[in-house]
């Protein structure tokens, strides 16, 4: 979806802002933003789609996380594709659960400052 969205009037001249916006335009999105988290995805999407850091989106934590409330209160707005979580979903056979390592973002681990260093 992001893929379509962020092709839709793709032009090379235009500003990041400008991409971003028209991206918002996409027909494959439309559902999304007229929903009753259409605000909360639009600031998400937006967010994302001008996102320049290296690891892109990670500098749009709080938009998703007021688009995640919002799903969790609207339930009933959403495909169950959308609503799905791990646990819990009984309509799956019972399948092997997977071991996953979860390695924080680059940047979460970075100080933000040098450590001072000692005078001899």
Do not use: H
Not at 2 to 17: F, K, N, P, V, W
Request: glycine letters at 4%; hydrophobic letters at 30%; proline letters at 9%.
């Amino acid at each position: 979806m992001y893929t379509e969205a962020a092709a839709y009037g793709d032009e090379e001249a235009e500003s990041l802002d400008a991409k971003a916006e028209k991206a918002l335009e996409c027909p494959c999105i439309a559902d999304l933003r007229g929903g009753p988290c259409g605000t909360q995805f639009s600031e998400a999407f937006l967010c994302f789609m001008k996102s320049t850091k290296e690891e892109k989106g990670s500098d749009c934590v709080n938009p998703f996380v007021a688009l995640q409330s919002c799903i969790k209160a609207n339930p009933s707005a959403f495909s169950k594709d959308v609503l799905e979580e791990d646990e819990g979903d009984e309509t799956k056979a019972e399948e092997p659960k997977k071991e996953y390592r979860i390695i924080p973002p680059k940047w979460s681990r970075e100080s933000p400052s040098p450590p001072p260093q000692s005078k001899l």
